[in-house]
């Protein structure tokens, strides 16, 4: 809808970069207007929207996400009174606009009063975890996590939420503990292994490849096909050049068209290091015919280096390595937290990219 531009020339007198913002004219070409006009405008479209609910949805869904929390407050309060299907989840979204207006303790109110109405609503619950984190409160973001987690243990955002809520309150170890208490109880729980691989691998003071592998492979044992656990244990497999073990786990894949295209790089990565050029070359290309968007610029680079590898004489392409006790990639402003990594060391894109957009769950704002 409307995206900041921090312009260096072209301002008038008296404004700040920040006072104008880039928007698409009716020829989808961009514009700059200032940032209250476009407020006042957004305020008419709102009203112009009446007691629409899809309009007003995606009224309330793009302000927020573009930082204009009044304006989508509005259209949420709207939808929210009207009620009906579009006004699923509505309460979260007028929880962020709180959020983002520095208002936490209504956000708290908007979300406790949601849950009163739908008990059991984990994204609500999530929500909340996160609002009360915001406010330092990190026993109650543990608390929600485990709710969730105690119905369902593979939640990747309430597995997230324990482990800041436990880094926060200098309690790390006491969350891993709980994670393979989780694994141990329940034989269907194969994130919290995910987890505690991705932590042995990128938090310094946890280093350790080998656990990490072992934790990558015991999560395999139980979800063998998740593209999630494939991804991160053959990256580790990569980087500690266990070549080998890598390409036999993912060589089934080489002809599969419809793979994971972060799997097929991590294959092409290890014949590389192999000195396989010609089968590097292969799953790389047929990598990058199937791969969405979001994949091009990694497939991309990968065939560039393969061929210059070749041209050179090469038949082989050392694995790059991140640096000694690499940290984990910030997720929020609470803390660090793990992110999948492929075989060079690199954090590709979200393991949801290759696939159809999912409504966000959870963490709207």
């Known amino acids: 809808m409307s995206q900041p531009l921090p312009p260096t020339n072209g301002l008038a007198n008296g404004q700040k970069p920040e006072d104008l913002i880039q928007v698409l004219d009716e020829h989808g070409n961009p514009l700059l207007i200032p940032r209250a006009e476009f407020q006042q405008a957004v305020r008419g479209m709102v009203q ?6 899809q309009t007003l949805r995606q009224l309330a869904e ?9 304006e989508a407050r509005m259209a949420a309060e709207r939808l929210r009174t009207l009620g009906g299907p579009p006004a699923d989840g509505i309460e979260s979204i007028l929880a962020g606009c709180f959020v983002q207006m520095g208002q936490l303790p209504q956000a708290e109110q908007v979300l406790r009063s949601a849950i009163k109405r739908n008990p059991g609503d984990l994204a609500l619950e999530m929500n909340l ?12 973001v543990a608390a929600a996590a485990r709710k969730v987690l105690a119905l369902d243990p ?21 969350a891993l503990a709980e994670m393979e208490a989780m694994a141990e109880a329940n034989p269907l729980a194969w994130r919290p292994l995910v987890m505690l691989g991705m932590l042995h691998a990128q938090v310094p003071e946890l280093a350790d490849v080998d656990r990490a592998i072992d934790f990558f492979q015991r999560a395999a044992e139980r979800q063998p096909d998740e593209p999630e656990v494939l991804i991160n244990w053959s990256g580790e497999l990569g980087r500690a050049n266990r070549l080998d073990e890598m390409v036999e786990l993912l060589e089934p894949l080489k002809k599969d068209r419809t793979a994971d295209p972060r799997l097929l790089h991590n294959l092409a990565r290890g014949y590389m290091g192999l000195g396989k050029p010609s089968d590097a070359m292969l799953v790389a290309q047929m990598a990058r015919q199937g791969a969405a968007e979001p994949f091009h610029a990694m497939l991309d680079q990968l065939i560039s280096e393969i061929y210059a590898a070749v041209e ?54």
Do not use: C, W
């Open 62 to 70: 793009g302000l927020l996400r573009d930082g204009f929390p009044a």
């Open 154 to 174: 593979n939640e990747s955002g309430a597995l997230t939420l324990l482990y800041q809520a436990a880094q926060n309150e200098g309690r790390l170890p006491d």
């Open 129 to 140: 975890a996160q609002v009360r984190g915001m406010q330092g409160d990190h026993q109650a």
């Open 48 to 53: 112009q929207a009446g007691n629409d609910p």
């Open 312 to 365: 050179a004489g090469q038949k082989t392409i050392p694995l790059n390595p991140p640096p000694a006790a690499e940290p984990a990639q910030p997720d929020d402003d609470e803390a660090d937290t793990p992110t999948d990594t492929d075989a060079s060391g690199a954090a590709p894109t979200d393991s949801s990219a290759a696939q159809p957009k999912k409504k966000k769950r959870f963490g709207l704002f």
